[in-house]
C-alpha cells in the first residue's frame, strides 16, 4: 500500500539533513565557489557578500541526495529540485529546506502528489498512481498527515503547479550550470 506519508517520512531526513550554518566572517567567499564539508556533502554555486549560500547553488549530501535550486542566506528557499538516492523526486517551491507551496513529489514507485505542501506534508492537491489513475474515490483534495482526507476540486492548482515546477525545473538548470 503506497502512504505518501511514509515516503515523505523517508525524504524528511534529505531535507533536514543539512543545517544551515552561519559562514566565518574572517573568511570572504568568492560569488561562486565549491565547498566540500567534513560529513562529505558539498555545496557548488553562489553566495552574497556575508558569505551565506545565496541565489543558485548545488547541495550533494553524503547520502547521494542531491538539491539544485535557489537558497536565500544558506536555507534552501525559491524554487529547486531535490532528487534522493532512492530515485524519489520533489520539484516546486522550498521554504527554510522544506517543501513550501506549490510542488510535485515523486516516489521512487511512481506514485504522485501534485499540489500544494506545508513544512514538507502535501496538504492539497491530486495524487496519481504508476497507471495514471486517481484511485477509487479519486484522491483530489485536502489530505491531513499525508492522508487522503476530503475530497475537492485541484484542476485549478494542478495548473498552477505546473508553472511553479518550469519554474523549479529552470532554478535547477541555472544551479548546476554555475
Known sequence: ???????????????VGWEATAPDPRRVMPKTSTENYK???SYKGEYNNEGFKDGY?????????V????????????FGVMISA?????????????FEGLGMFESKDGTKFTGQFEGSAPVFGLMTFKDGSHGAPKLSGKFVDGQFYEAGETE??????????????????KAAAL
Open 86 to 98: 532512492d530515485g524519489s523526486k520533489y520539484t516546486g517551491e522550498f521554504k527554510g529546506g522544506k
Open 1 to 15: 500500500k503506497f502512504s505518501l506519508k511514509q515516503n515523505l517520512r523517508e525524504l524528511w531526513p534529505i531535507v
Open 39 to 41: 560529513d562529505g556533502s
Open 57 to 65: 547553488g548545488v547541495l550533494t549530501l553524503k547520502s547521494g541526495d
Open 156 to 173: 485549478e492548482l494542478c495548473e498552477k503547479v505546473k508553472d511553479a515546477a518550469e519554474k523549479a525545473d529552470e532554478a535547477a538548470a
Open 67 to 78: 538539491y539544485q535550486g535557489q537558497f536565500v542566506t544558506s536555507d534552501m528557499t525559491g
